[in-house]
Structures are given as structure tokens and as C-alpha cells.
């Protein structure tokens, strides 16, 4: 068990490599087999995770270049425990219901390497190796768009890596410059998070920081205006590399906020709310907007992705345990709802090799399986109480009316605008008559996809009744990190708006 | 006790679940009597429940489990059952277990037979969940459940296409299931900012907590609270300027309209003002706003609901309406007028719309009232049911409406707000004569529907046992009014008259009564011998407005629906892809040329790079000099 988090990153890089010795015909269980072992053990690791500890657990060290403090530091907290499974499990259910006949050996060894990055990047505590897993995760989506994707997939992916390729490099910068100020004060170097956390740093200095890390991750995430790229990648990409790219590489952007911009910097975060904030509302309501302009069923999911990342970032930045707790589950949520949503539109698309959805119309009556699952997934996906989409949200938006109700009103339209966009979705593609002679005889799904679709289902209405497995350990995490973010702040104002919560505060009397 | 509230409260959700199974197949006539006898059990609980406290005045509780435990946010899934919860569980459970009875007969051909009951069940789950839950966020579950249930419904016949509005005011079942979902969803971020201010001021939802601790909290706040609040119940209850989706929700099945928009969903919003009770009476200045909008929309619907020819839309106006009484009475303080008005209004407004689902199918689901007539020959029982309905609605002694729409009168009097009391008993006389304007055009008079081809028939016997106990109540309820007083102001605030006022009640009653028998008589002047149409009346200015819903619905679409729409195009073409993106290409285009340029410094010529060496070394040494001199 002391070794789970390394068994999880190197068991698919092996299985990997192994992949290339696999013949053609049996490589698709072999990816299933692979996939699924993996998800069981991030399973074993929730299962062996102390939910009431709220620091880094089954932590790993090797010393990898010691005189400039790298290291292979590996560890997991309630905050990342959840992404890594959901990863794991979007993988899995990614290459159940993968279509692709092209070069499908390929295509799975290419996501099995994926997983090690995505993986990597969620349990890296060394940030170095965390940079590492970070960009190497940018090769195979690259791969997987660049090599399986529609007309304009060399666009793209091109688009698609130079653009985040950017921002990480400013990011690096941040990290060496950051590495040398710890070496500065200390008089030894240490990339080791824990060891950056202790660092408290001047206002203006964090600010610079934070900038060079917002940067890259702010691209990644996509915040409002660096998201261009993500259009195009969906719209280019596989069914499965637009699953994994919504579910997860999005989820790293976040992520690297709660991980690296709060406790490093805490009073530049503080400092930058309302900048951040405003970009936030931009996301929720103007991509909302674009959304709801689009005639492309997938393109209205991959704007939806944006407008409910805005929502993710407004409760990372309330400063509360509500706020980032709600964020945090959000991340899982939408991971799970807009993976679903994704395969979903590539289930239309093999059979009618169109995502317009004006080729559509009367689908609930030829469809009636997949009109309900997509329904059930529109609803999570608008945030309706008792499925996995209302809890974060709630959270997140609860948690920025303590930091400014306004700007929370304007936030709160996300549950208006969402539902215009996603509503007519629906209405476009599934109510109405049948106009279209193809439409008439479609398919209803499929063992492979309802293979793939149901487990989703059961999770997000499991989760949006009983979110407690989950929310207990982030809320242990996220109350030891708002507390700590609270004792290391400087400035006033830091300290008057990161708000510990009451629970905690009577515990330390 | 706690076994009954969750048999109350389950039996309705494994009702929905068990003919979900079967959702997708061919009808199967068990699916329709096992859901119905699912709710009757429901029924009886409540029942038992109501009894339960009436003996021992005794609240249940019941909690389950944790649901959000974050931080400070600590919700559970927490259940009471106290005097109004009872009450309104005994009328929910009561309608929903009569509608689905009724529905084995209306739906017996429609081909998702199953899946109909799974949605109906659903709703009811949902709507116990509403007035069961002990906390604000345990009733935003109900609150945004009977939301999509109501999409769910009125959208159920999804694959009938988009009609131009002179065809089809509500244009499509689809389309009024989007429209009402997303006019809900306006409101519901009030009640949601609501939830917001009270967890942040108080650090609980539950209500309890909250009304314990409002002497503490400023009136500023307070005023907010109770503001966001009543915008979340403005939604629900269709209150003006959220009012349109309801006559649009009549695309659904018709005893949806009965259960849903017409005896339970829509009284939510009272509900809510009825349960926040400690709130509103802080803050009376907002009380009154609410009895104003109430009474406006009183009005307003009624006007609408005069020249309408639509069997259901009429109905759907008067319901919004009669909400609008609930508002008021709600507004002024007198919360247990209110919560009678609503009970009774559920009785007879169920049994007004099950008797329109009879004509409908004797008419072959013709709406136009002006296409019926004369159907009292065919249809007596209908016509007897839907007169009782009437009656009660307009108000007339001894039926339930009366004592509940004349208290209401007494209290705008006895608040001294007299234009409340003047135009609520305008809009009496108007509900007497559009109800009855209904019942003339289509029991009475001439037989229209010949010309249709149509053979009308009585509804199923089943059917209208299934109304009986609506009817009885349409009549009886209102004898109950003292025991509903004793029971229920053992919780809710008493409303004591002022002894002015208790010298003029029989005053009151003669001149209520007298508006609504004079609009009474002049629907029958008018249309009991058959339809005379004035087409100088109908191309009239006033005529045109009401019956276009004073033009609301256009003005809303033009105003709102379409910039949205133009907004969004001009925000994904012109702004995403030619400002946003292009600039990104732009970067990497300029990045692209430099690099051009500047190839072509090395481009391998001995003879180039001796000439840009040369033009480099006579640079340097120029700055060498300008340096040098400079110094």
C-alpha cells in the first residue's frame, strides 16, 4: 500500500509499452483490462485513504537530483484523491465506449500514457516532476487530435499545444524563479511544495508569482480570453479525447489554483479577486451566450465546459471552505457530467456522422434510451438538486456571496443561462417531430455504450444524493488549507476575507 | 408516527420508480392501478398523519441523512410534519391519488401510458418533499423537482412540431416546457440568493433556526430575505411578470393541468409566504407589496380569462387569479385565510379541470369553446361536476369557495386597504361570469360541434367516481372553516377581525354574493341560448388586447427571446471568432512573419552575411562614438 501512488503511475506506463507487443485483435480488452485495473486500484487507494487526515498521505521520496532539491515526491490529500479517481474511471469508461477502428492499437496505448501524465500531475508534490507530468500530458492529446481528429485536426492541435505549450512556459519561469527565492532565504534549494509552502513572501513578489502560475493555468483551465483553443479541440477531436480533455485536462488548470496560487500566494490571491472574479462572470454568462449561439450539438457542450469552469473559479476564489469545497466537487461533477454529455454527442455522431443539430429533431422517439440518459444528463449538467451538478455549484456560489453578493447575483444567472442553452439542446434535437428520413430508423444505444453511459448515470445520481464519501475528505482538506492560507496571510485585507470556518475555529479554542 | 411520514413520502417515489421500469413498453394496465393505489396509501398516511396531530398537537420529526456537510454548511435530509405541512399533504396527496384514478381513463390510448404515471408519480414525490422538508435548501429539492416534472409533463407529448402563434398560443408542448422551465429558473435564483443571505446570517437552513434567530437580524436584512424569497415564489406561482408560462403549461395532459398547474405546484409560492410566516409578519412593508401584486394579478388574469375561447387557458387564468387572492390574503397577514383559500381552491380548480378533460375527450380534444354547445344532453354528470366547480369558484353560498373568498374580502377590509378589498371584489364578479361564461358556451345553447363531425359521449364511470369526492368537497369544505381555524392557528398566527368589521359581515356577504350572481346572470343573458358573436366587439381595441394576454407574450419575445438570441450570435461571430480568437492568430501570425523576415538573414550567401557583418560593425562602432562623445 506505501508504494499505491507510484503502481498507479507506472502500471499504465508499463502496460503502456507492453501495448505495442499486443496483436491487433484482443488490444481493445487488453485496454479495458488495463484501464480497469488501474481504476481498481484508485479505488484501493480511496479505500485505504484516511478521510479524517487532512494532510498529504501514502507520501513517496526518492532523491532524484539533490543539490537542486528535486525529487520524486509524490503524495495525495483529499483535494486531489477524487480527481485522480475520477480520472482513472473516465479513462476506463473512454476506452469502453471507444468507436474508432483507425489505428485503435494506437489510440489505446496513446491514452494509457495519458493516464500516467494525468495521474502524474495530481499526485506530484514535487513541482518539477509536477511540470513534468504537465507538459507531457499535452503529447498524446496532441496525438489523439492530430491523428483521429476531423478535417481541420492539424489546426487544431497545433492550435491546441502551442497555445497551453505558451502559457506553461511563463509557468516555468514562475517555478524556477520561485526555486531560487526558497534558495535565496534558506540556503538550499528544494522544489518540494511542502517546503514552498512554508516561503512567506512579500506582496509585490507574490503578485508577480502569482501572474506567471495564473498564466498557465488560466490557459489551461480555459479562462476567458486564453479559450479559443478549446473550441477547436473539441470540435476537432475524438469522442474520447474530448471526454478526457473536458473531464480531466481541464480539471488541471483548477486544480493548480487550490494547489499552487492559494497557499502559495495568498494575499496576491486575495489581492486579485475582483479581476478574477469579473473574468469568472465573463465566462459564466458570455460563453453561456456562445453557447446557445452554436448549431454544433458538441461545440454547445465544449462553450458549456467554459461557462461551468467560470462557476469552478468563482468558488476557488471565495476564500472559504464552502466556496473551494464546492469547487473542487464541481470539478468532479462536471468531469463526470460533461464526459457523459461528450459521449453522448459522439453516439449521434457515429451514426449519423453529423453533429449539426439541425439534422436532427424528434430523436426522443426513434432514441428513447438516449434521449433519457441525455436527459438525466442535462439536468446535472443545469444543476438540479439531487444530482451531482447541484452540490457543486451550490457550494461555489454560496461560498462567493460571502466575498461579494453582487457579483454572486450575476454568477447565479449560470443556473439561468445554462438551462436556455442546454433546454434547447433538447429541444432542437430530441422534442419535435421527425423531419429527417435518416432520423427514422436510428439505433438506440448499444451494449458498448450503454456499457459506458450507465455507470455515469448511477454516479451522478448517487453523488448528487449521497455526496457525503466525497465530501468529507475534501472537507478536511480544504478546512486545513483555508486555515493555513489564513495563518500565512499578511496583508488585512487577506486575513478579513479568507474566512475560516466557525467548526474549525471552536477546535482551536 | 415516523413510519406513516415515510410511507407519505415514499410511497409516491417507489410508485415513479416501479412504472419507470416499464416506461419505454406497451401500455400495461397494472402501471396505472398500482401507481394509484401507491398514492391512495400515501393518502391515507397523510391522513393519519393530520389525525395524528389534531389529537396530540404533537410535530413528527423525521431526519434521514446527511446530504451537504461542508465547512459551515451542515444540511441533512430532515422531514416535519407540522399543521400546514399536514394540511397541505392531506390536499397534495388527496388530488395527486383522484388525478392518477382519473388519468387511467383520460390516457388510456396514448401509447407512453407508463411512462406518464412514472412523471406524475414523480411530482408527487416531489411535491411532499416541498412541504415536508424542514429546511429552506430541503425545499429547494421539492421546489426545483416539481420544476422538471413540471417540464417533464407539460412537454410530454414532445414530438408535436412548432406552430406559428395564431395557430397554437403556446406554440409547442416542448416549446411551453422550455418556456416554464426557464421562467422558473429566473425565480428560483432568488430564492437561491434567499438561501445564500439566510446561511451566511444565521449558519443554518433550517427553518427553526432561521425563525428563532430573526429577532437578531436587522430589518435591512430581513427585507432582503423576504424579498428574495417572494421573488422564488413569484416564479412558481406564476405571479406577474412571471406569469405567462402558466397559461402556456396547458399543453400538457389535461389532468396535469389539474394536479399540477392548477391545484398543487402553483400554490407553492403561497406556500412558501405561508411558511416564512415569522419572516413576512417583521416586515409588513413587503407583506403589502406582495398583497398588491396579488390583488393586480387577481385582476389582470381575470380581464384575460373574459374573451378567451380556450377550455383550459380560461381555467389556467383563473387560476393564476385566484393565487393572486392567496398573495393578497398572505400579504396582509392572514396566513391561515390563505392556506384555506388554497385548500379549497385545490378541491374545486381540480375538479373544474377534470371536468374540462371529459369535454375534451367527448370533443376529440377540441379546445375552442366556441366550436361546442348544447352539451348538457350528452354529458349530464360533467356538466353537474363542472357547475359545482363553477359555482364554488365564483363564490356562491354554500359551496367551499365561498367562506374562503369572502374571508379573504374581509380581511382587505379590515386592514383598511380598500382598494385591495374594492378590486378583489370587482375581480369576483368578473370570476362569476367568465366561469359561467364557460359553462353556458359549452353545456348550453346551440350544438356547435356538428359541423366537427363529432359524436360527444359521458366519461367512464371510473372517471367520474374518481371526481366525486372532488365534488362533495367543492361543496362541503367550507363547513369546516372553525375546525380548520382551531387546528391550524395552534400554529400559524391567529387573525382576529376587528368588531367593525364583525358588525358589517353580513353586508359583505350580500354584496359579494350579489357581484358574482349579477356576473352570473349576465353569462346567461349572454350565452346560455346559444353563441351570438359581435364582430364589432371583437375587433375592438380592448377586446384584441385581453385576448392577445395584453400582448405580453409577444412584447417578452421581442424584448427578450429574440436579442438573446441576436446577442449570442453576435457574441460567438463577431466578438469569439473575430476579436478573441483572431487576435490569438494574429499573435501567431505576426510570430510566423518575423520569422520569415528574418530567415532570410540566413539564407547561406558568404556574400549577404559579409554585408550584414560589415553594416554591423559600422553600427557599433557609431554608438561607440555617440557614446563617447555624449560622455
Redesign the interface.
Same mark, same amino acid.
Given at each position: 500500500m506505501s508504494h499505491i501512488l507510484s503502481i498507479l503511475i507506472f502500471f499504465p506506463l508499463v502496460a503502456g509499452l507492453l501495448g505495442f507487443l499486443i496483436n491487433q485483435k484482443s488490444i481493445r480488452v487488453y485496454g479495458i483490462a488495463v484501464a480497469t485495473i488501474e481504476f481498481l486500484l484508485s479505488l484501493w487507494l480511496w479505500f485505504g485513504f484516511d478521510g479524517s487526515n487532512p494532510g498529504m498521505q501514502f507520501q513517496e521520496f526518492i532523491p532524484l537530483i539533490p543539490s537542486f532539491g528535486i525529487n520524486y515526491y509524490l503524495g495525495v490529500d483529499g483535494i486531489s484523491l477524487f480527481i485522480i479517481v475520477m480520472t482513472t474511471l473516465m479513462t476506463l469508461l473512454g476506452i469502453v465506449g471507444l468507436s474508432v477502428k483507425k489505428d485503435l492499437k494506437n489510440m489505446i496505448i496513446t491514452l494509457l500514457f495519458l493516464e500516467v501524465a494525468m495521474v502524474g500531475v495530481f499526485v506530484a508534490l514535487d513541482v518539477i516532476l509536477f511540470y513534468i507530468f504537465w507538459e507531457f500530458s499535452l503529447v498524446p492529446m496532441l496525438y489523439i487530435i492530430g491523428a483521429w481528429g476531423g478535417d481541420k485536426r492539424l489546426y487544431a492541435a497545433i492550435?491546441f499545444f @502551442?497555445?497551453t505549450f505558451a502559457g506553461s512556459l511563463v509557468m516555468l519561469v514562475g517555478i524556477l524563479f520561485m526555486g531560487y527565492l526558497y534558495y535565496k532565504t534558506t540556503g538550499h534549494w528544494s522544489f518540494a511544495l511542502t517546503d514552498w509552502y512554508k516561503m512567506v513572501l512579500p506582496l509585490d513578489l507574490q503578485k508577480w508569482l502569482f501572474i506567471a502560475f495564473f498564466l498557465g493555468f488560466a490557459i489551461k483551465v480555459p479562462m476567458?480570453?486564453f479559450?479559443?483553443?478549446l473550441p477547436y479541440a473539441h470540435g476537432q477531436a475524438p469522442t474520447v479525447g474530448s471526454v478526457i480533455l473536458a473531464a480531466v485536462l481541464l480539471k488541471m488548470g483548477t486544480y493548480g489554483f487550490v494547489r499552487f496560487s492559494l497557499p502559495l500566494f495568498p494575499d496576491a490571491a486575495v489581492a486579485y479577486i475582483t479581476p478574477i472574479a469579473i473574468i469568472a462572470l465573463i465566462m459564466i454568462i458570455?460563453t453561456a451566450?456562445?453557447a446557445?449561439?452554436?448549431k454544433d450539438m458538441k461545440q454547445v457542450i465544449a462553450y458549456s465546459s467554459i461557462s461551468h469552469m467560470g462557476v469552478i473559479i468563482l468558488g476557488t476564489f471565495a476564500m472559504?471552505?464552502?466556496g473551494i469545497?464546492?469547487s473542487i466537487f464541481l470539478m468532479l461533477s462536471h468531469g463526470i457530467v460533461s464526459g457523459a454529455l461528450f459521449m453522448l454527442v459522439g453516439v449521434i455522431y457515429d451514426r449519423r456522422h453529423t453533429k449539426l443539430m439541425s439534422e436532427f429533431g424528434?430523436l426522443?422517439?426513434v432514441m428513447?434510451?438516449y434521449a433519457?440518459i441525455f436527459g438525466i444528463m442535462t439536468?446535472a449538467s443545469?444543476g438540479?438538486?439531487?444530482t451531482i451538478g447541484? @452540490?457543486g455549484e451550490?457550494?461555489s456560489?454560496?461560498?462567493f456571496?460571502?466575498v461579494s453578493?453582487i457579483l454572486?447575483?450575476i454568477g447565479?444567472?449560470s @443556473?439561468?443561462v445554462g438551462?436556455?442553452y442546454m433546454?434547447?439542446v433538447?429541444?432542437k434535437s430530441?422534442?419535435?417531430?421527425?423531419t429527417k428520413e435518416e432520423n427514422k430508423h436510428l439505433s438506440d444505444l448499444d451494449l458498448k455504450e450503454k456499457f459506458a453511459l450507465i455507470p455515469l448515470v448511477a454516479i451522478v445520481i448517487w453523488l448528487g444524493?449521497?455526496?457525503?464519501p466525497i465530501?468529507?475528505p @475534501?472537507?478536511t482538506s480544504?478546512?486545513a488549507l483555508v486555515a493555513f492560507m489564513h495563518k500565512k496571510a499578511q496583508t488585512k485585507e487577506a486575513k478579513a476575507t479568507i474566512h475560516v470556518?466557525?467548526?474549525l475555529k471552536e477546535i482551536k479554542k | 408516527m415516523q413510519s406513516y411520514l415515510y410511507i407519505a413520502l415514499f410511497a409516491p417515489l417507489v410508485s415513479s420508480l416501479f412504472a419507470a421500469i416499464f416506461?419505454?413498453q406497451k401500455k400495461i394496465q397494472l402501471v396505472g392501478i398500482i401507481t394509484s393505489i401507491l398514492i391512495a396509501l400515501s393518502f391515507f398516511a397523510s391522513v393519519e398523519l393530520l389525525v395524528y396531530l389534531m389529537q396530540t398537537n404533537k410535530i413528527v420529526h423525521a431526519t434521514l441523512?446527511? %446530504?451537504?456537510?461542508?465547512?459551515?454548511?451542515n444540511v441533512k435530509f430532515g422531514f416535519t410534519v407540522d399543521h400546514v405541512t399536514a394540511v397541505m399533504m392531506v390536499v397534495v396527496t388527496l388530488v395527486s391519488a383522484l388525478v392518477h384514478i382519473y388519468s387511467n381513463y383520460y390516457m388510456e390510448h396514448d401509447k407512453s401510458f407508463n411512462r406518464f404515471f412514472s412523471y406524475l408519480s414523480a411530482f408527487v414525490f416531489s411535491m411532499l418533499v416541498l412541504v415536508m422538508s424542514d429546511s429552506f435548501l430541503g425545499l429547494?429539492?421539492g421546489w426545483?423537482?416539481v420544476g422538471?416534472c413540471s417540464w417533464l409533463l407539460i412537454?410530454f407529448w414532445?414530438?408535436?412540431?412548432?406552430e406559428t402563434r395564431d395557430v397554437n398560443p403556446s406554440i409547442?408542448p416542448?416549446?411551453a416546457a422550455?418556456e416554464a422551465?426557464?421562467m422558473n429558473?429566473?425565480a428560483?435564483?432568488g430564492l437561491?440568493?434567499g438561501?445564500?443571505?439566510i446561511?451566511?446570517n444565521v449558519?443554518s437552513l433550517k427553518y427553526n433556526d432561521f425563525f428563532a434567530a430573526i429577532p437578531n437580524l436587522n430589518h435591512g436584512l430581513l427585507v432582503a430575505i423576504g424579498i428574495a424569497l417572494f421573488i422564488g415564489a413569484m416564479g412558481k406561482s406564476a405571479q406577474f411578470p412571471l406569469h405567462t408560462w402558466l397559461a402556456d403549461a396547458m399543453e400538457g395532459p389535461t389532468p396535469v393541468s389539474a394536479l399540477i398547474h392548477a391545484a398543487t405546484m402553483v400554490t407553492a409560492g403561497v406556500y412558501l409566504v405561508i411558511r416564512a410566516n415569522p419572516l413576512y409578519s417583521q416586515i409588513p412593508g413587503v407583506g403589502y407589496f406582495i398583497a398588491v401584486l396579488g390583488t393586480f394579478v387577481a385582476i389582470f388574469a381575470a380581464s384575460m380569462a373574459l374573451v378567451n375561447r380556450d377550455l383550459k387557458r380560461v381555467i389556467a387564468y383563473s387560476t393564476l387569479s385566484q393565487l393572486g387572492y392567496m398573495f393578497a390574503a398572505a400579504g396582509l397577514g392572514a396566513y391561515w385565510v390563505a392556506l384555506f383559500h388554497l385548500a379549497a381552491h385545490a378541491f374545486f380548480k381540480a375538479l373544474l379541470f377534470l371536468s374540462a378533460g371529459n369535454v375534451m375527450h367527448a370533443m376529440h380534444d377540441e379546445l375552442d369553446m366556441f366550436k361546442m354547445g348544447g352539451l348538457k344532453k350528452y354529458m349530464a354528470k360533467t356538466y353537474l361536476m363542472m357547475g359545482i366547480a363553477s359555482l364554488a369558484l365564483s363564490g356562491i353560498y354554500p359551496f367551499a369557495g365561498f367562506f374562503s373568498k369572502d374571508t379573504i374580502l374581509e380581511v382587505a377590509f379590515n386592514e383598511e386597504t380598500y382598494g385591495i378589498w374594492f378590486v378583489l371584489w370587482f375581480t369576483a364578479g368578473l370570476t362569476a361570469f367568465y366561469s359561467f361564461r364557460q359553462v353556458f358556451l359549452v353545456f348550453h345553447g346551440d350544438e356547435r360541434f356538428h359541423e366537427l363531425g363529432i359524436h360527444p359521449h359521458e366519461a367512464k364511470p371510473y372517471a367520474l367516481w374518481a371526481m366525486a369526492p372532488l365534488a362533495v368537497l367543492a361543496v362541503i369544505a367550507g363547513f369546516f372553516k372553525e375546525e380548520f381555524v382551531e387546528f391550524i392557528t395552534k400554529f400559524l398566527p391567529p387573525y382576529e377581525m376587528s368588531e367593525h368589521t364583525e358588525h358589517l359581515v353580513w353586508f359583505f356577504i350580500i354584496v359579494t354574493m350579489g357581484i358574482a350572481l349579477t356576473g352570473i346572470f349576465i353569462a346567461y343573458k349572454k350565452y346560455a341560448n346559444g353563441l351570438r358573436r359581435d364582430p364589432k366587439v371583437e375587433n375592438s381595441f380592448l377586446y384584441k388586447l385581453l385576448f392577445n394576454q395584453y400582448y405580453i407574450p409577444i412584447f417578452y419575445e421581442k424584448a427578450f427571446a429574440k436579442p438573446?438570441?441576436e446577442?449570442?450570435?453576435i457574441? %460567438?461571430?463577431e466578438?469569439?471568432q473575430e476579436i478573441?480568437?483572431a487576435?490569438?492568430d494574429g499573435i501567431?501570425k505576426a510570430v510566423e512573419v518575423t520569422g520569415d523576415v528574418s530567415r532570410r538573414a540566413q539564407n547561406g550567401n558568404l556574400s549577404t552575411y559579409l554585408k550584414w557583418m560589415a553594416f554591423g560593425l559600422i553600427f557599433i562602432s557609431l554608438i561607440a562614438l555617440i557614446s563617447v562623445v555624449v560622455k
Open positions: 492550435k @502551442i497555445y476567458f480570453p479559450h479559443t483553443w458570455y451566450m456562445v446557445y449561439a452554436q472559504n471552505v464552502e469545497g464546492g424528434g426522443a422517439s428513447p434510451t433519457t439536468m443545469v438540479l438538486p439531487l447541484f @452540490i451550490y457550494l456560489l454560496a461560498g456571496f460571502k453578493p454572486t447575483v447565479g444567472t @443556473i439561468i438551462a436556455v433546454l434547447s433538447l429541444k430530441f422534442f419535435g417531430p421527425i444524493i449521497y455526496p457525503k465530501l468529507e @475534501i472537507n480544504t478546512k470556518s466557525k467548526a | 416506461a419505454q441523512f446527511d %446530504w451537504i456537510v461542508i465547512g459551515d454548511m429547494f429539492i426545483e423537482g422538471v412537454g414532445y414530438y408535436k412540431k412548432d409547442s416542448s416549446w422550455n422551465f426557464i429558473r429566473i428560483d435564483l437561491l440568493i438561501i445564500f443571505l446561511f451566511w449558519g438573446y438570441k446577442l449570442s450570435d457574441a %460567438w461571430k466578438i469569439d478573441v480568437d487576435t490569438v501567431a
